[in-house]
């Protein structure tokens, strides 16, 4: 898939060698072997594993196999693996997958790419500098759902804050019918309101606006996608001035920050004293390449990637709150000591708005 590819091109850009793919799909292996010179390809993942030596595992799948690959690639020897995300489908596979590659030694990087990517990396600079004052308030909004890029959202809001920890969630979900997305349940809309150790608190918005047709690029919908069905869109959009992905408010004491990669400029600050908004220039750079980069270090230095499993465990661990507090209609408390998915629950159990 396009996951798969933008891997590859990164890896071969860094001047690494793809030894073997592994793929269901005896067409789409092929294409990958031909396009990126693989030498042997597999359709059963254990065998591959069991048979090559491999330093760096990329797992591009659907998230229901996330866990058993992972443990799989940690048991086998791997030095690095890079999964996508979301890591798991609930907090116990990723406690698994956590223990598997502390066991073996393994460095594990789940691809919130987001976090390599240069504005919000800019932004996170000019909240982490003062500019704007102390946080004091954080508003985030995104097409999709919580799972599949609201993942990307929440990530964002706790690395522009310093990953803090969060004290409580406050969540709400939108269920119009049983709606599955790689392979799992999702819902249709959702609300996400928590407050992080240092007082400051943030609020997010995440919206499928779609029917079940989505066309998915390699970082998230393009916009032509979003509006196939209008009605619905109208039903459940509650933004104005247009659809957002991984659009981000910082509000300070000084001034503010707002972000988001379809946004126009994709940055832009004011600070104590401004009183025209700034936009500074930022140089684009690959995020594949980056994250890739980043397993490469953290395994010759034996230090965390940036957006480590530790990391993206937290992440789960918000949308798992969000999903546990509409289920039982309450704030919920972190940690969170839960290993079922809510959701999962409140559609299975017939749940619907």
Known sequence: GNIANAHAKAYLKLGLRIVAACDIDNKKLTSFKERYGVKRTYVDYNKMLKREELDIVSICTWPTLHCEMTIAAAEAGAKGIFCEKPMALNLKEADMMLEACRKAGSKLLIGHIRRYMTIYNKAKEIVTSGIVGEVTFIHGMTVGDLMSDGTHLIDLVRFIIG??????????????????????????????????????????????????????????????????????????????????????????TEGRVEVGEWEKPKIKYKGKGDSDWRSPLVKERDPFVEEVRDLIRSIEEDTDPLSSGEQARNTLEVIMAIYESAYRREVTLLPLEIDYNPLFVMIEGGASN
């Open 163 to 252: 990953d803090r920890k969060v004290r409580w969630v406050f969540g709400q979900v939108d269920l119009y019918e049983k709606r599955k997305r790689y392979g799992h349940y999702v819902e249709d809309a959702a609300i996400g309101y928590f407050e992080f150790e240092n007082n400051v608190r943030a609020f997010i918005e995440v919206s499928q606006l779609t029917g079940s047709q989505v066309s998915v690029g390699n970082v998230g919908f393009t916009k032509e996608s979003i509006f196939k069905d209008l009605a619905r869109a109208q039903k459940i959009n509650w933004w104005r001035g247009g659809v957002k992905y991984c659009t981000i408010h910082v509000m300070g």
